[in-house]
């Protein structure tokens, strides 16, 4: 079964520092792995995608086959990072599940001055 | 560009009670989702319309939920009747989902906060 686990529930750090937000997946097959993130009182929003490979608002994510995870990572965290994050999977595109969502618990990050 | 509308935005009912939720996606966004995301949890997929056809509504309660499309644009989510464990934050996102180019990003509206008393 597929599955998107997102260990921490509470992230706090302190500006400047570094944060990493840990993503781990199972499914069967070469899943598509994304981040989305809500701000405050602002929708839901996509952040990055894998196939991308492109850094959003300082923030990359590898995705390691290997161990089934896509951490989320930001070498100097800034206050307006302070949201909702979630990771996200689904199939890939010559698949049924292309574009079916299946979401995480979501990780809630706080950085403090 | 005009994002996803959905109303109402609240929504408070007694269980057994019906409710129904409106969702107006993106102009020219030919697919459109219907998430429900309980407290503390990640969205779940309830059902996936292309233009005005199921695709995929197997998470979908069919005993008291139900969804349409019918001129393949805007769109309603209806409970009934309605329990305790419904109240949560029903979204609605659509996306282009263009198969040639990979593009599949989806757009989410504000969503409606259900409270089932």
């Known amino acids: 079964a597929q599955r998107v686990t997102q260990p921490e529930k509470l992230l706090s750090v302190f500006k400047g520092a570094p944060v990493e937000l840990k993503c781990n997946y199972s499914?069967?097959?070469?899943?598509?792995l994304f981040w989305y993130v809500q701000y405050s009182r602002q929708r839901l929003q996509l952040l990055l995608r894998?196939?991308s490979r492109e850094s959003i608002k300082g923030f990359t994510a590898d995705l390691n086959k290997g161990e089934t995870s896509f951490h989320l990572k930001k070498p100097f965290a800034q206050e307006e990072d302070s949201a909702m994050y979630y990771c996200?999977?689904?199939?890939?595109?010559?698949?049924?599940?292309?574009?079916?969502?299946?979401f995480g618990a979501g990780t809630q990050v706080v950085v403090t001055p | 560009e005009a994002g996803v509308a959905q109303s109402p935005r609240y929504k408070i009912i007694e269980k057994r009670q019906s409710v129904a939720f409106w969702c107006n996606p993106i102009?020219?966004?030919?697919?459109l989702y219907w998430y429900q995301q309980i407290l503390g949890q990640g969205p779940k997929l309830l059902i996936q319309?292309?233009?005005?056809?199921?695709?995929?509504d197997s998470q979908l309660p069919k005993d008291r939920f139900s969804a349409e499309r019918l001129k393949g644009v805007d769109s309603t989510l209806k409970i009934q009747p309605a329990k305790l464990e419904d109240s949560a934050v029903y979204l609605c996102?659509?996306?282009?989902?263009?198969?040639?180019?990979?593009?599949?990003?989806?757009?989410f509206g504000p969503g409606t906060r259900l409270t089932v008393l």
């Open positions: 996102a659509s996306s282009l989902r263009r198969l040639a180019t990979g593009e599949s990003e989806q757009f």
């Open positions: 319309f292309q233009n005005n056809g199921v695709v995929d």
């Open positions: 894998h196939i």
């Open positions: 996200a999977l689904s199939g890939r595109r010559t698949t049924d599940s292309w574009g079916k969502l299946q």
């Open positions: 499914y069967s097959g070469s899943p598509e």
């Open positions: 102009s020219g966004h030919a697919t």
